[in-house]
């Protein structure tokens, strides 16, 4: 193996004290030791230099080196993700994910408004299917709703101990079978899936990344939390759980499976606005762009009043939790001592008969004292939920304006299309291939229309009944407490 070398074609610059191997372009790199241990491979570079290089991104086959170098240590897109993402401190309240500012575009680009219909025919599969429900156009969903569970958090460490991640085991409904993933796979799933849906379905961002305290019990507990969030979101959309990279995510065999499921996945050409050549409106007519631009302008202008809605509950929710927590309590606090020493002082008078009346006074003071500690507690019970799914919906709300931007991008090309036509640029026939694939595009943002709008219905139904039966347990508690006492 000494004999074969492999050319690089990007810098990588060593950590200094890792004994890393720094690699410059265009250099060969020789592997002079593979027994090394801890995940690392010796090697030298072309000028005499020999340090490591990750074991995970080098293969040998039939005498050949294959490095994967563009997935060698660059920082925040591997082995590091756990270790060097920073994140948004809490100050005190609700810890507020700021993920979903500015939608997923942030996150790459994958999608954008300037694109173009393709004019050619193509050969790809039609794999997701829609057809007309009660609310107009919808996608077409399976018999059994796939879930998963996201448990179990445990820390491993590689190279010897000197880097540790958590991992945690995902479970899906399918084959109640545990596969386990680190963040930073977690995050190359919502890459993929940006990458190959975005243009058509909303891929919210994941929950924030964070360096400090990223070991911590309640970090992990809530990091949990929300990936489950994000994943249960995903499971429900039929078109992203039925997807082969979503199934690969949960139900890969062994370590061999999920490495070729992922450079398969890597590989997929039918992303960005292709996927529309997989989606056939099955026996559909061609819309009328007009209305469904009109459509598309109302359900923009609702996605956005929703914005302000949710931003304006999280900030006046995170308001909240501060006063629950902080100034709130003592309040009651003070109160309830303010009873108690009054009830002190009456006692000191030595008149008889008033035992009742001083009792009652420390009663209501040790009652007000216990209703502070409720308060403290209780936005955990209920307000916690609903700033989540709020929090979750923030992020989703910020991936409409690129997804119907594409939308509209479509439909200002088809109305250039007679001009084009008439310029003999393109053919009649071009078109209405336009003109129809501009109506399937018009029948996915429907459908996702449709979509969101069952999904919220639900989630706020569910977390607006969980969080006032917290609210009446709260009270009822009090007045339990005032019954007892008096």
């Not at 004999?3 to 020789?30: C, H, K, M, W």
């Not at 500012?101 to 050969?123: D, L, P, V, W």
């Not at 594409?406 to 078109?431: F, N």
Request: proline share 4%; with cysteine.
């Amino acid at each position: 193996l000494n004999t074969f070398g492999a050319q690089v074609l990007y810098d990588f610059a060593a950590e200094p004290g890792n004994n890393e191997l720094s690699i410059r372009e265009g250099e060969t790199i020789t592997i002079t030791n593979q027994n090394i241990g801890g995940g690392w491979i010796e090697a030298k570079n072309s000028r005499g230099e020999v340090g490591l290089v990750p074991e995970d991104y080098i293969e040998v086959s039939n005498g050949y080196i294959y490095i994967y170098i563009y997935c060698m240590y660059i920082r925040a897109e591997d082995d590091e993700w756990d270790e060097e993402w920073d994140d948004v401190k809490s100050s005190g309240g609700y810890a507020e994910s700021e993920a979903g500012e500015g939608g997923a575009i942030n996150r790459g680009g994958a999608h954008g408004s300037s694109m173009k219909i393709s004019r050619n025919n193509n050969t790809h599969n039609k794999d997701v299917i829609q057809f007309i429900g009660e609310v107009g156009p919808v996608w077409a969903y399976p018999d059994y709703q796939l879930d998963c569970v996201v448990a179990d958090p445990k820390k491993g460490s590689k190279l010897y101990g000197l880097k540790s991640y958590i991992e945690y085991q995902v479970t899906p409904t399918t084959t109640n079978k545990p596969v386990n993933h680190r963040y930073k796979h977690f995050d190359w799933l919502y890459e993929r899936l940006l990458e190959k849906f975005g243009s058509a379905i909303p891929i919210p961002c994941l929950p924030d990344k964070q360096v400090a305290g990223r070991f911590e019990d309640e970090f992990i507990k809530m990091r949990m939390e929300r990936l489950q969030g994000w994943m249960t979101r995903m499971c429900r959309h039929p078109v992203i759980s039925s997807s082969e990279v979503f199934q690969l995510f949960l139900s890969y065999k062994d370590e061999k499976d999920w490495k070729m499921g992922k450079r398969k996945a890597e590989k997929d050409e039918t992303v960005g606005v292709m996927v529309f050549s997989t989606i056939e409106p099955e026996g559909l007519p061609d819309l009328d762009l007009i209305e469904v631009e009109q459509k598309c302008d109302q359900f923009n202008r609702f996605t956005r009043a929703m914005d302000d809605g949710v931003k304006d509950l999280l900030t006046i929710g995170n308001e909240h939790w501060k006063r629950c927590t902080g100034p709130l309590p003592k309040e009651y606090q003070r109160i309830g001592k303010a009873f108690q020493n009054l009830s002190s002082v009456f006692t000191s008078s030595g008149y008889e008969g008033e035992a009742a009346l001083t009792d009652a006074l420390t009663a209501a003071g040790k009652t007000y004292e216990e209703i502070a500690q409720m308060v403290a507690e209780q936005p955990k019970k209920d307000l916690h939920f609903l700033m989540e799914t709020n929090n979750e919906y923030k992020g989703l709300l910020g991936c409409f304006p690129d997804t119907v931007g594409v939308h509209k991008a479509a439909i200002e090309k088809v109305k250039e299309a007679d001009k084009l036509v008439a310029a003999g640029k393109i053919t009649p026939s071009d078109k209405t291939t336009m003109s129809k694939r501009a109506s399937t595009m018009s029948y996915s943002l429907q459908a996702e229309m449709n979509h969101f709008h069952s999904n919220r219905i639900y989630d706020y139904n569910r977390v607006m009944q969980q969080y006032l039966e917290q609210q009446v347990k709260f009270y009822e508690m009090v007045k339990c407490l005032n019954n007892i006492k008096s």
